[in-house]
């Protein structure tokens, strides 16, 4: 399947200020992310941005950049922009890749890519949990699905909740759920259909976004489905803190 990876970067970050920008063995950030993306075998990948500084330093690096508004709400609507300022056919897949992930899987985002369909104009990843923590742990998205693996709920809350293991104790995950019916993580990669990505600006807002902080609800609570792909193991983690760049500095130097 042919498919546009986008790369909203912007630069300013309460965290972690210049993200984007940071060093990782000899490039910037957002290029090393860049890089990930051409290696999914991607038909094109891009650089949304709102500052000069990063477009400045992807077109150093051979890496395709737009610059955007500076007033988007989210990295959704910043891409929604560039697909439309690039005349994207309305059946082109467009994949989301945060400019903060330069070890993704490559393949990931291929297999994210790959369900998007007809019936279900947005995608996403997910990947079993093994940890009891993760999954009480409220900044962990937990995600459940129906039987053609689209998404029934995202939710921070302990979802499904197994009623009778978890009354018998909640130090461990319990042994007797169905197979293919653990916790699952939810993994923030999104692939959409042109079509429906400029659609998604112009969605009202959900109570349910609202009341748990996660954006993807919005998309289901109008009746849109999500298919998911669910992947063996969790993702190396993105890069957030001061320490998760130093962690990913270490890996660029080896």
Request: charged residues 20%; hydrophobic residues 50%.
């Amino acid at each position: 399947m042919s498919f546009t990876v986008i790369i909203p970067a912007r630069l300013a970050s309460t965290r972690l200020p210049n993200k984007p920008l940071a060093d990782l063995g000899g490039k910037p950030m957002v290029v090393r992310v860049a890089e990930r993306a051409r290696a999914s075998g991607a038909a094109r990948i891009i650089v949304a941005t709102d500052h000069a500084d990063i477009a400045a330093a992807c077109a150093a690096h051979g890496v395709e950049a737009v610059m955007t508004r500076a007033d988007h709400p989210s990295g959704t609507d910043r891409i929604a922009e560039v697909a439309r300022t690039l005349n994207l056919a309305a059946d082109e897949v467009v994949v989301n890749l945060q400019g903060d992930e330069p070890l993704i899987d490559p393949a990931l985002l291929a297999a994210c890519a790959a369900r998007i369909s007809q019936d279900a104009p947005m995608a996403t990843c997910a990947h079993p949990l093994s940890d009891v923590a993760d999954v009480f742990n409220p900044n962990v998205v937990k995600v459940v699905l129906d039987k053609a693996g689209r998404a029934l709920y995202f939710s921070r809350a302990t979802i499904p909740w197994a009623r009778d293991a978890f009354a018998a104790t909640r130090d461990a995950l319990p042994a007797s759920l169905p197979a293919g019916y653990a916790p699952l993580r939810h993994i923030g990669l999104y692939a959409y259909s042109n079509a429906f990505l400029q659609a998604y600006p112009g969605l009202e807002v959900s109570p349910l976004e609202q009341i748990e902080a996660l954006e993807q609800l919005r998309v289901l609570w109008h009746g849109v489905p999500i298919a998911v792909h669910v992947t063996d193991s969790a993702p190396q983690a993105g890069v957030d803190t001061p320490e998760d760049l130093a962690r990913v500095q270490l890996h660029y130097a080896s």
